[in-house]
């Protein structure tokens, strides 16, 4: 292994580190957002019903 080569790999890791932990992040905020509008949902629902 050439210490070029270490430098790439060194340099794609936190990369790809970081692209990962920000599509989780995406992830973990549409999630919330889909809940949030869900629990919406549900409370015209109950409105509707009462």
Do not use: C, Q, W
Request: hydrophobic share 50%; glycine share 2%; net charge neutral.
């Amino acid at each position: 292994m050439s210490p070029f080569r270490f430098m790439e790999f060194f340099l794609l890791l936190p990369a790809s580190v970081l692209s990962v932990s920000s599509a989780y992040a995406t992830f973990l905020v549409i999630e919330n957002f889909r809940s949030k509008l869900d629990v919406h949902k549900v409370e015209g629902r109950m409105l509707e019903v009462t």
